[in-house]
């Protein structure tokens, strides 16, 4: 039997190399191409252990699915494909300064922000891929109160 360490290792370069912000049914189906015996229960503890450690990020966008991918920058912003639904990382920098902004307008404690772009992806747009089936049996957990 695999060390969670194992498993851990194996979903992080499951990430690094598929930077779409895949599910965890998606991480769950590929880890047991390596892993045969890795159960679904280990694969959500792992994700929860390196989301609280601050080396993933968990993306709900409001979908039955939470979305995960590694931390790059406190900030950055996401593009979402409408068709196929993979989440990309944007390169750059935007509104560096909105921050202060915010927190200069409202009095709030900003910490941090996250921003969406939404429409089709290059690959969907050329009709370059396919659109994946929307049916899972995996729905988000909640968070413990």
Not at 23 to 30: G, I, K, N, R, S
Not at 75 to 96: E, M, R
Not at 115 to 129: H, L, N, V
Request: charged content about 25%; overall charge positive; proline content about 6%.
């Amino acid at each position: 039997m695999a060390r969670p360490a194992k498993y851990r290792d194996a979903i992080l370069k499951l990430l690094k190399e598929n930077p779409i912000h895949p599910t965890v049914d998606w991480l769950h189906v590929q880890l047991r191409l390596s892993h045969p015996r890795v159960s679904l229960a280990t694969v959500y503890r792992t994700l929860r252990t390196l989301v609280s450690e601050g080396i993933l990020c968990e993306l709900p966008f409001g979908t039955s699915e939470s979305r995960f991918g590694l931390v790059m920058e406190q900030t950055h912003y996401h593009f979402i494909c409408d068709t196929c639904h993979k989440i990309y990382d944007l390169p750059g920098q935007f509104q560096v300064d909105i921050e202060q902004e915010v927190q200069r307008d409202t009095g709030h404690e900003v910490k941090r922000h996250t921003m969406e772009f939404y429409g089709r992806c290059r690959e969907c747009a050329t009709g370059q891929s396919p659109a994946p089936s929307r049916k899972s049996s995996i729905k988000r957990k909640e968070k413990a109160p």
